[in-house]
């Protein structure tokens, strides 16, 4: 049993009962689109937002959402790889249906007010749950209608994302970005990019490279004196 809170009359909720398949594959997809038709930052094709979550079926198709915000590797794989590893988790965004941002969390506190234009930090937001829009819910697309876009796919308890023929990891594709930057992937980072945050991550990465071998320094002179160098 799902109990989904609607924020905005705080004295109600509706209940739904439901099963989740937990060995259905999952993709998650983003994607860009020219043209600015939208305020979304990607767009895929299809639909004039940004995300899809979705289920395989057995004709091929997918069943997805979609979601308005954000679908970059830096922000949305890293959000899905820190906090949506989960089959259960994946699943319950699927059902809950079209989300405008995915968070850290899915529930929000309920004793806190949580709208589509009140929006707590760190909590998911659905068109369904928060402003009462359930006929944005989950709809059926095809994998080729995701060729020109981003697409995170969850399989094995891991994210990928295709690259030509096959698929990589998304920790992978994210190291790949911070390594050319010239630092690992920061800890709780979630965003664009900037070069303000370029240059501060890559100065913090330097200063542990030098305390690390301050460190190191140390406990070998003080492995030299024990064994009498």
């Not at 004039?48 to 830096?74: L, Q, R």
Request: aromatic share 12%; charged share 35%.
């Amino acid at each position: 049993m799902v109990r989904i809170i609607r924020n905005d009359d705080p004295d109600s909720y509706r209940d739904y009962s439901f099963t989740i398949d937990l060995d259905a594959p999952v993709i998650e997809a983003t994607g860009a689109e020219d043209g600015g038709k939208t305020n979304a930052d990607v767009t895929i094709g299809w639909e004039d937002k940004d995300v899809a979550t979705a289920t395989v079926s057995k004709d091929g198709t997918y069943t997805g959402i979609t979601c308005d915000y954000d679908g970059y590797p830096t922000f949305m794989g890293t959000m899905l790889v820190d906090h949506y590893s989960d089959k259960k988790k994946v699943k319950t965004l699927l059902f809950l249906g079209d989300l405008s941002e995915l968070e850290r969390r899915i529930a929000p506190d309920p004793r806190q007010k949580h709208t589509f234009l009140v929006r707590q930090n760190f909590s998911c937001v659905f068109y369904g749950r928060e402003k009462g829009d359930y006929t944005r819910m989950a709809r059926t697309f095809k994998r080729e209608d995701l060729k020109d876009t981003y697409v995170y796919i969850f399989k094995d308890g891991e994210w990928y994302m295709p690259q030509g023929e096959k698929d990589k990891k998304v920790v992978e594709v994210l190291d790949e970005i911070y390594l050319k930057e010239g630092f690992p992937r920061p800890k709780n980072f979630y965003g664009y990019l900037r070069e303000e945050d370029k240059i501060g991550f890559r100065a913090q990465y330097q200063e542990k490279i030098r305390q690390d071998h301050i460190a190191l320094q140390k406990q070998r002179a003080k492995e030299a004196m024990e064994i009498g160098y």
